[in-house]
C-alpha cells in the first residue's frame, strides 16, 4: 500500500498575526530612522569638510592676488625702463592701445558667477588678471629683443664711425686751404697733420677693413681703411706698417708708426677722412674731448703734406 504523508497543520491566532505585523512596522520604522540619521551625519560632515577646503581655497585666492599684484607692479616697472631705452636707441614708443594687448570671444553660458566675491568669481577674474599678465610680458619680451637688436646695429655702427684721434701728439696743420711748406702757394690741405715722435704707434679710428697699403710719392708709406659704412680713413708718411688688405681690424688696432716718408719734412701723421669719396674735415668725427685741433705757433711750416 502506498504510504500517505503526514500533514501538520499550524493554527495561528487573531492576535498572535496581528503582534507579527506590528513588529514588522517598528522594524521599518527604526531602519528608517538609522538611514536618515547616517544620512544627517554623512551631509554634516560634508559639509564641514567643504567649509574647511572653501576657506583654504579662499586663503589661497588671496595669496595669488597679492602674489598678481606685486608681478603687475614690477611689470610696469619693466615697462617704464623699457620705454625709456626704447627712445635712447631711436625706437617708436608702443602706443599705450597696443599695450593693453586685448583678446576677445563669445562668452561660454554660466562663465561669469553671479556672486562677485565668490571662490568661483574670484578665480575667474585671477586667470584672466594671469593672462593679461603674460601677454602684457609676452609684449615687453618682444620689444626688449627689438631693443637689443637695435642696441647691436648701433653698437656697430658707432664702432666703424672714426671717433678719435689717430696717434698722440700735437696738430700742426688744420684741413682747409693753407700755404704749401714746400711752395708757399696757397693750396687746399686735405686732412689734418698731427706731429709726434718717430716710431709713435699709430692706431685705427674706427672697426673696418683694411682697403690699401703701398707707397706714394706724396702720402709715403700709407694705410687705407674702409668702415663699410661710406667712410674711408687713410693714414700717410709712416715708417712701418702694422696691418695688412683685407685684415678686418677694431677701433684702436695699431696699423703702422709715425714716419715721414713721401712729401714730408718732418715726423708727423697725415690722416683724412672720405665720406662718400669726398674729403671732409677729420676734427667733424672727433669726439668733443678728442677734437685737440690746437696749431702749434712754433712748427707752422714745420710738417709738409698733400
Given at each position: 500500500m502506498p504510504r500517505i504523508p503526514k500533514i501538520t497543520v499550524l493554527l495561528l491566532g487573531h492576535r498572535a498575526g496581528k503582534m507579527g505585523r506590528m513588529q514588522n512596522a517598528t522594524l521599518a520604522v527604526l531602519a528608517?530612522?538609522?538611514?536618515?540619521?547616517?544620512?544627517?551625519?554623512?551631509?554634516a560632515a560634508s559639509t564641514a569638510y567643504y567649509k574647511v577646503k572653501n576657506q583654504e581655497l579662499q586663503t589661497r585666492l588671496a595669496d595669488l592676488e597679492l602674489l598678481s599684484g606685486r608681478y603687475n607692479e614690477r611689470l610696469n616697472t619693466i615697462i617704464e625702463k623699457e620705454q625709456d631705452t626704447r627712445i635712447v636707441v631711436g625706437l617708436p614708443d608702443i602706443h599705450p592701445d597696443v599695450r593693453e594687448v586685448g583678446v576677445g570671444g563669445a562668452l561660454v553660458d554660466g562663465s561669469i558667477p553671479d556672486e562677485p566675491d565668490s571662490p568661483l568669481a574670484?578665480?575667474?577674474?585671477f586667470q584672466r588678471t594671469l593672462d593679461q599678465l603674460i601677454r602684457e610680458a609676452s609684449l615687453s619680451?618682444?620689444?626688449?629683443?627689438?631693443?637689443?637688436?637695435e642696441a647691436e646695429d648701433t653698437q656697430t655702427y658707432w664702432d666703424r664711425v672714426p671717433t678719435v684721434r689717430p696717434v698722440k701728439g700735437v696738430t700742426t696743420s688744420r684741413?682747409?686751404?693753407?700755404?704749401?711748406?714746400?711752395?708757399?702757394?696757397?693750396?687746399?690741405h686735405n686732412g689734418i697733420d698731427i706731429a709726434a715722435n718717430r716710431g709713435t704707434p699709430v692706431h685705427a679710428?674706427?672697426?673696418?677693413?683694411?682697403?690699401?697699403?703701398?707707397?706714394?710719392a706724396y702720402l709715403g708709406l700709407f694705410v687705407e681703411v674702409d668702415h663699410k659704412n661710406g667712410l674711408i680713413t687713410r693714414y700717410g708718411h709712416l715708417s712701418a706698417l702694422g696691418v695688412t688688405v683685407d685684415q678686418e681690424i677694431s677701433r684702436r688696432?695699431?696699423?703702422?708708426?709715425?714716419?715721414?716718408?713721401?712729401?714730408?719734412?718732418?715726423?708727423?701723421?697725415?690722416?683724412?677722412?672720405?665720406?662718400?669719396?669726398?674729403?671732409?674735415?677729420?676734427?667733424?668725427?672727433?669726439?668733443?674731448e678728442q677734437n685737440l685741433l690746437r696749431p702749434c705757433r712754433f712748427c707752422s711750416f714745420g710738417n709738409g703734406t698733400l
Open positions: 528608517t530612522v538609522v538611514v536618515s540619521l547616517i544620512g544627517v551625519g554623512l551631509w574670484r578665480s575667474a577674474v619680451l618682444s620689444s626688449l629683443e627689438e631693443i637689443e637688436a684741413f682747409g686751404m693753407r700755404n704749401d711748406p714746400f711752395t708757399g702757394l696757397r693750396r687746399m679710428t674706427a672697426a673696418g677693413t683694411v682697403s690699401q697699403t703701398g707707397l706714394n688696432t695699431v696699423i703702422g708708426n709715425v714716419g715721414k716718408t713721401g712729401r714730408a719734412n718732418g715726423y708727423h701723421l697725415h690722416y683724412e677722412v672720405r665720406r662718400h669719396g669726398n674729403r671732409v674735415d677729420p676734427g667733424l668725427h672727433f669726439w668733443p
